[in-house]
């Protein structure tokens, strides 16, 4: 069967009647969703939309989201074995190959759908086609159920309500034939990076150590052959940095950038992300052949978290000209000098105050980096806008 996707132009010009046929099963049997969000046309991106679904859901209060998650199907539950699913349920729940459940996983599911039941009184929710949307296996699925049985059941109402989100995120992805390309590549990025670590089991990345200068060499590598930048370097301090001209070569740039070592055993995206990101940018920059009236100046920092010597910040704090010598002398827990790993990794240290940036030449610096913190978390949002920050300062 041909499938002919829509277009958001089509959504924003339907009446209010065809709109919610064209979300149709985007929310299981709960078509008074899209209704409510009608009235929020003209949707300048599918990702506003997805947004306005929500705060319908939000505003709705949490007596309709009960009712929207009982709305849904128990997984690999009765209705599955019946084949009385929606159509988007069976092809999801078929996907995450539940329909192919041994006995031992069908009865143990059954006993995970009882538990569940008895304890938040709804049934559990799980977004089976997962994060990118290929589908989770059969110990993926029974393990977050496992997992959530636990959880606190104001906890578990968000959850699942997060999932239903998700699910409804895939759904109109499938019928607006989206892809999150860009997204998918930073993804992919993310994971390649982490296979660098000090730690078998655990992503561990410290200042200098054999994965912490893989890793600068892999972005460098990428920077270079797959984003187009036009000079590429490590310098002094083992910053990677990327440097896409403006349509004036002498143009003011704009900084961005974060840091690619991690804390012990830490997340792949913390700091990552803020590299990432704006390589994404300019490799789809310069595939369109395009220049913008400002440089862009990517710099991957060596080193923000302080965890192999305590000369934290000493990455950026190198642009900034505080780069302090006497840090030099400091050793790690096995002796090693910050002179000699440095010496060790080829950096000349000589040219360390020579990195110290002109403010005049540049428009600013802006950072993207995972949220740390519940507020958009508490929000529902995807995305946040900084508008203030804190510094720190530490007395002994
Ligand atoms: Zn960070």
């Not at 074995?81 to 159509?87: D, F, I, R």
Request: glycine share 10%; net charge negative; aromatic share 8%.
């Amino acid at each position: 069967m041909s499938f002919e996707p829509f277009t958001l132009s089509d959504l924003n010009a339907a009446s209010q009647t065809r709109f919610v046929d064209m979300l149709d099963g985007t929310y299981e049997h709960s078509p008074w969703i899209a209704e409510a969000a009608w009235a929020q046309r003209p949707f300048r991106s599918l990702a506003h939309l997805k947004r306005a679904l929500v705060e319908v859901l939000e505003q709705a209060g949490r007596e309709a989201q009960l009712a929207l998650i009982r709305a849904h199907p128990e997984l690999a539950g009765k209705a599955m074995v019946a084949k009385s699913l929606t159509a988007e349920s069976t092809n999801e729940q078929g996907k995450a190959g539940l329909t192919d459940c041994s006995p031992e996983e069908f009865e143990k599911l059954q006993r995970l759908n009882a538990d569940y039941n008895a304890k938040f009184g709804w049934p559990f929710i799980l977004a089976v086609r997962g994060p990118r949307g290929a589908g989770l296996d059969r110990r993926q699925i029974i393990e977050a159920f496992e997992r959530r049985l636990a959880n606190h059941p104001d906890f578990e109402l968000a959850e699942c309500v997060r999932n239903i989100h998700r699910i409804a995120e895939i759904r109109l992805n499938d019928k607006f034939g989206h892809t999150p390309k860009l997204g998918n590549l930073v993804w992919d990025w993310a994971e390649a990076l982490a296979e660098f670590s000090e730690q078998p089991d655990a992503l561990t990345v410290t200042y200098l150590t054999r994965p912490h200068r893989a890793c600068a060499q892999r972005l460098a590598e990428w920077m270079r052959e797959g984003c187009g930048f036009d000079e590429v370097s490590i310098d002094a301090v083992g910053n990677v940095v990327g440097v896409y001209h403006g349509s004036d070569p002498g143009s003011k740039r704009l900084l961005t950038g974060s840091h690619y070592d991690t804390v012990r055993n830490g997340g792949k995206y913390d700091g990552r992300l803020g590299i990432l990101v704006p390589m994404a940018v300019v490799r789809q920059l310069h595939r369109s052949g395009r220049r913008l009236p400002f440089g862009i100046e990517v710099v991957g920092f060596s080193e923000e978290e302080g965890q192999r010597y305590k000369a934290t910040f000493l990455g950026s704090g190198a642009l900034i000209g505080q780069f302090d010598m006497a840090w030099l002398d400091q050793v790690d827990a096995q002796g090693v000098s910050l002179r000699q790993a440095m010496q060790d990794a080829g950096l000349r240290i000589e040219d360390i105050p020579g990195l110290k940036r002109d403010p005049a030449r540049y428009l600013g610096f802006v950072e993207v980096h995972i949220e740390q913190g519940p507020v958009l978390d508490a929000l529902n949002l995807p995305l946040g806008v900084v508008t203030s920050i804190n510094g720190s300062v530490r007395l002994m």
